[in-house]
């Protein structure tokens, strides 16, 4: 069995996993990825799964973020236990709202002389860096104000000079074991001091997140590879505060084709709310999301958010980077929409038809819906389909040479299409079936189906690439499909 497994059965208290946005952005691919996973892990576990702000970078950040955030994740089908819309015994579940208890513990570590005041100027800071960089060094704080007495940090103080706060950075290496990425290893004395807060009343990310892990009683943190390098900084404030810290698990980077981080260069949206508006369904982001780093134990890929509570464990959750792949998002959607009763696709995809200028509220319902089934056979995406299906619900044009098919003549093609017509008359709207139809249009173009086959779909469709043209008779019936023969011909002839 595997160690993680044998780690979890060791685990004697409450599973208590957290997701921890900043509300800096709308809500991102990566963060409804961590959010799913802690939120699976709590739902296989029994666990609680909680939802923190951490809004301390108080420039960035912006309740218009949190709020598409929240609602994204609803939207998702996510749900929390405890959060800042709901509260919860360990709240307030703002950082912003949480200043008093960091200024207590930074306040305790600046006592027992874990911490201290830095007064070094930026500028002397900046051409120390500037200076270990033209070496080909990479610069740590050499500690200059690690000593200082309280007679020089209250004169310092009194002088108004700027301070931050750091911690004293043990000079030792230090090991844990992430869940996914196994036994890690640190050098501590490569960090450096680093800066903890800007002054008692403003917390850094490092020890915030360090103070409410500890006191939301998380018990697992499992969060994004790229704050891996932050978990050694973090141990060394749990060990300062005297606490123990959580397990770790560290999700594997989510990638572009090219293997590199995913980022704006690759053009990929990472937007949920890109995605909803551009008729992805949260089941089929589910599902995508989940495959970017984890896999099931078989062949299967597709999975309900419920089936995905069964099945889900970190033991399966990969070391190395998650290729984005995003044919297999439009394949899952299509997979997701395709298994939805009818009326349900129609009134999903009214609003996209809206945008086209469609309003499919001004046709019969069992047209529109035939119309949609026709179209979806071939689609991907739900541009796609409304590309496909317009056909359907407004008039398209086109020029007559696109009914000719590769070497053929406009005499050719006319004849052709005369004898499809003709064909086409001895059904009615009662008696039209594709079957004898296709058997009788066999009859007109023997060995070369195209001649047939493609200036009817055009005449049809008015597209190059469309629903068949037996299936689009099927959907406008015969009478109206005449009719588009007969301009078809009409043009023809001019
Ligand atoms: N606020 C951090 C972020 O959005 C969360 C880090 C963590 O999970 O510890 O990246």
């Known amino acids: 069995m595997a160690a993680y497994q044998k780690k979890l059965e060791g685990f004697s208290g409450n599973i208590r996993v957290r997701m921890a946005p900043s509300p800096t952005g709308a809500l991102h691919i990566g963060t409804a990825r961590t959010t799913l996973f802690n939120w699976l892990f709590a739902r296989s576990k029994g666990g609680t799964f909680i939802l923190r702000i951490e809004d301390t970078d108080k420039e960035r950040s912006r309740p218009e973020y949190e709020k598409n955030i929240l609602d994204g994740l609803h939207w998702l089908g996510l749900d929390w236990d405890e959060g800042p819309d709901i509260g919860g015994e360990y709240g307030p579940y703002r950082q912003s709202e949480r200043t008093q208890l960091y200024k207590e513990h930074i306040e305790k570590l600046l006592q027992d002389k874990k911490a201290y005041f830095c007064f070094c100027p930026k500028e002397t800071l900046e051409a120390q860096k500037q200076d270990a960089e033209s070496r080909g060094e990479v610069w740590r704080y050499p500690g200059t104000c690690r000593d200082l007495s309280e007679s020089e940090i209250k004169q310092n103080q009194k002088d108004k000079k700027h301070s931050v706060i750091r911690i004293k950075m043990p000079n030792k290496k230090l090991s844990f074991k992430d869940i996914i990425k196994g036994e890690s290893s640190f050098d501590l004395s490569l960090f450096g001091d680093i800066v903890i807060a800007k002054s008692t009343e403003e917390p850094l990310y490092n020890f915030a997140v360090v103070v409410d892990d500890h006191e939301m009683q998380i018990s697992h943190i499992i969060r994004g590879e790229d704050h891996y390098s932050n978990t050694p900084k973090q141990m060394v404030i749990y060990e300062a505060l005297g606490w123990q810290p959580p397990e770790f698990a560290h999700l594997p980077l989510i990638l572009g084709q090219d293997k590199s981080k995913l980022s704006k260069r690759h053009g990929t949206t990472t937007s949920i709310d890109d995605y909803k508006n551009q008729g992805y369904l949260p089941e089929a982001l589910i599902n995508f999301i989940v495959l970017l780093g984890w896999h099931a134990s078989g062949d299967r890929e597709i999975f309900t958010i419920n089936d995905l509570q069964q099945e889900f464990s970190l033991e399966r959750v990969q070391k190395t980077g998650a290729v984005f792949n995003a044919e ?122 195209g001649s047939v086959l493609w200036p009817l779909r055009v005449a049809l469709s008015g597209r190059k690439v469309s629903p068949g043209p037996l299936e689009i008779i099927e959907v406008k019936g015969v009478n109206s499909s005449t009719m588009c023969i007969e301009k078809a011909i009409a043009k023809l002839e001019k």
């Open 328 to 449: 297999k998002l439009d394949w899952l959607n299509n997979n997701f929409l395709k298994q939805k009763p009818i009326q349900e696709i129609v009134e999903f995809l009214l609003p996209f038809f809206m945008r086209e200028g469609i309003n499919l509220g001004k046709f019969e319902s069992t047209y529109v819906q035939k119309a949609i089934l026709a179209s979806m056979e071939k689609t991907k995406g739900v541009n796609e389909i409304i590309k496909m299906s317009e056909i359907f619900f407004r008039e398209t044009e086109y020029e007559k040479e696109l009914l000719i098919w590769k070497e053929s003549t406009e005499e050719i093609t006319k004849d052709k299409l005369e004898k499809s017509l003709d064909a086409l008359r001895l059904f009615d709207e009662i008696t039209f079936n594709k079957e004898s139809y296709e058997q009788k249009l066999k009859e007109i173009y023997g060995e070369d189906k």
